[in-house]
């Protein structure tokens, strides 16, 4: 409850919003890395923080929608909050050649990546939307993935949204 009065305040000020507002609170939470605080908590322990920012967000803006948005691996399921917690599952896609290649042996593309995580968010029954997408690498193997993005597949029924995420990553990837 130490951040209930921030939580509160951020959340007024959603509510007060003309346009439409999704709520991404607490991504990633199934990513081990440690590159956020919240990830890798108990999922006890994450749902409980996770539902209680959603209730005092809905109670200053009753209009949101809200994004639960684990990055989509294997124990993505252990942290779900709840249907009635979650209008929109988001899942975390990247590219980065130099990692397939140390990792995997191999380039990976995005439907490659996104499939397994989309199998396991579509089990929850929600619309799902690609929150993060970023790729980098040589020449090719950027434009493989520029023109494999902009297709639509099939077997996404339930994919409603990608959002291209063009920052600099700042994390240190392993």
């Not at 108990?42 to 539902?51: K, T, V």
Request: proline share 6%; aromatic share 16%; charged share 20%.
């Amino acid at each position: 409850g130490i951040y209930d009065v921030n939580m509160r305040t951020v959340c007024a000020v959603l509510g007060t919003l003309q346009s439409p507002v999704t709520l991404r609170w607490a991504h990633e939470m199934d990513d081990l890395s440690g590159q956020f605080i919240w990830a890798g908590w108990a999922p006890e322990d994450y749902i409980y923080a996770y539902r209680r920012m959603i209730d005092i967000c809905r109670e200053e803006a009753p209009n949101i929608n809200v994004m639960w948005s684990p990055l989509g691996d294997e124990l993505m399921a252990e942290y779900y909050p709840g249907d009635e917690y979650v209008d929109l599952v988001g899942l975390s896609v990247f590219g980065l050649q130099a990692w397939d290649q140390a990792k995997f042996g191999h380039d990976r593309g995005f439907v490659d990546i996104l499939t397994p995580r989309y199998d396991r968010a579509a089990a929850f029954g929600k619309p799902i939307v690609v929150a993060e997408l970023g790729y980098v690498g040589k020449a090719a193997y950027v434009e493989e993935w520029e023109n494999s993005v902009r297709q639509v597949y099939a077997q996404y029924p339930d994919l409603v949204g990608v959002v291209y995420f063009n920052y600099p990553e700042v994390y240190s990837w392993p």
